[in-house]
């Protein structure tokens, strides 16, 4: 693979000093009056000829600064940067004299750039057509508007031929049509085997120009590879979705799910799960957590790892996720699984575990309780859970009594028949959505006419007698914060199914939605979404 | 030890014809273009004349030479040290712009602004000496030492430019500071009166000054006839003073570019 531009392990330092007098009171009193700023820290990174590759980075990360030492405008502190080829460096508006025509300046900065008279004299015509200038050309450049003047610079730039192009950010001007140009020149550019490098914040930009991209962040290269790749990490950043040091660690370390399996032992339902995670570099972690997390809610649940001694197959691990013994966490939804450890600050910093290989041992699908099912989406593993049966519910009154809330609704499932109050029974979670604590309150199912008597529920004459709940929440077990309810209805007699949903409450005029005060709290019934919520605030 | 004279001189293509773009974007948008670089001399030495001949009545003929041409060859000679002084001190500061985004062997900027102050001197010293033709009615092979005596001033200023251009590219107090010392030089340098005026170490001094070399020798060439190597020590010691400035511009400019990058 031949090299077009090359850098070895730059660092830029700059000094900020607290007052102007700051350099000159150094040098006097021999002291260390300044800050350092690290522009770029150790930065290494090889520009393949033929490809364009995209730079990364918000705004002060480094990037300009990498791109001023390798077109050398700017000298690195230490390292070493090897270009081969002639270089241009697409700056829209630098060496454009507002007081000279366009025509002039097209020679001028064909001049700085290193071009001689003759040389220009060939391209102008092709500058000019491309400008979209026409007359104008003569005109001087301060009566240009703004995108007049960059679509000028950016018709030097690009037309003077160079076999390395560097593009700042510089697509942001002119109107769509000049910009499809602009991309369409350098789509042409990157045809003939020339190599472009492409700085922006954009991942979309960079995404769909470019081959490999790097991604520069506070002076370090985070990850240097293909572009869709780093990009999404870049934006899974940008967008607040994973820290830094969640990518790194994803990034450092090699990681695999090479089995799973849904393993019904005896009734007691289980995920049996076997792969790998190491790094390089020997130990760095020792306590490695395996973490599933519900995709909705992103409640998370971690299980310490046991990895395999050295000397066997590095980093491998086996683990089993005892399904059976938390029905509310893997209650209907849908599940990722990643792996991480605990930092300094004893926070858990995991990421998502790599699992397009995964050989599912056992039918990816099982019956149980729930419908549980295992597949592989975008080289991930999630598992989705469904209620074999649809509950039917509604609540019809929510009041306050004293230190309660009644919850009074029905719930019946279809098929299932109620005759009498031993068939059905069940349970209200209330869970709250920070810290997932959940409290849970019996519920009672009394006789009704509602279900049975209604053609259009019923139209079968089927008996669901016991199909009104009453549910009595003690409001003093609630401590501040937003609390989802959910439902369980589980069947006495075969198929013996669970259900869990979260509440469906739809009927707003019969309920007291007024705030409720109870022990200096105060009680907000929220069903917004159709779903019911309760708020407790001070 | 002289890196930075042979870029320039490796690109005198590129300092060429960015002398050339300087000029015109100097008189850009003027409708007298180049002329102005003629006719605000030519004002300048009116004015002195003025001041000194009819106003202060002191202007009288200097060792035979009429005073208004005698003022005019050394104002000549003052304008293109005072002009490429002035601009080529300023080249990095001024053109931050372009240094810190065009990829550009920066280290010429200095001889840019020389030989730009250069041309337009052409064309005043040009308009000069035709005028002393005519006036003078005489003309003398020792003309052809001002040759001698632009290349001489041209390397001074090179020299000189590269010295101060770092500086000042680092510190603007130190550009403020030589816009001053070229006023005290202006008055300092014998161009208004005459070197004989004064007597012993103070004149021994005022030689010291290499412009005064530049000045001097314009005179001679013109009125007294006198080849510079009449005076072969004071030769010496002026290229002596190139020779360390040179050295010295090669040196502060390895030693400044990186810090000036940075601060501008």
Redesign the interface.
Known sequence: MEIAVSVKNIIKK??LYEDKWGPVKEILLKKNLHKEFLALNNVSLDFPKGESIGVLGKNGSGKSTLL?II?????PTSGSVEVNGS?V?L?V???I?P??SGY?NI??KG????Y??EEMMSKVDDIIEFSELGEFINQ?VKNYSSGMRSKLGFAISVNVDPDILIVDEALAVGDSMFRQKCMDKMNEFKDLGKTIIFVSHDHNAVESFCSKAAWIHEGNLITYGESKQVSSYYHSFMSGRKTMEEIKMELNYHHSLETAELKNNAGQLSIELSGYVYNDEENQIKDWYFVTQNARTKEKKKYLLNRMADGQVKGKFTISLPIFEDLLFYSPGQFTFEVGHLNNDGKLVSFPIWSENVDFISEPEINHQFKYELLNYNQSLIMKIFNIDKLEEQVNRIYFEGNYLMIDGVAFVRGYETPSGNEVDGELYLVHKETFEYKNFPITFKATEEITENQSFNPLGKNYTYSRFISKVDLSELSEGEYECKIRYSMNRDPLHVIINQVWASKNDQYDLNEYQVNDKSIQIVTKSKHLYIIVSA | MFDIYKLMWGKR??VH??AL?EM??EY??TLLGVLWGLVNPLLRIAVYWFVFSIGAKVGKNVDGAPFIAWLACGLVAWFFINDAFRLSKNSFRSKR????????PIAVLPAVNVLYSYYIHLILLATILVVMVFYLKTISVYWLQILYFDFAAFMLLIGIGSVTAPLVAVSKDFGKLIDTVLVFLFWMTPILWSVDNIEGPLKFLVQLNPFHYIVQGYRDSIFFSTGFWEYPGYTLYFWVFVFVSFVLGNYLYKRM??IF??LM
């Open positions: 700059y000094k001023k077109t050398g405008i700017t000298d270089l460096f700056d508006s630098s060496g004299d007081e000279l002039e020679f001028m001049t700085l750039l290193g001689t008279k001087p | 293509n590129l014809t960015l773009q015109k974007k850009a948008g712009g372009l240094i810190k985004n065009t990829p550009f570019k990186p990058l940075d």
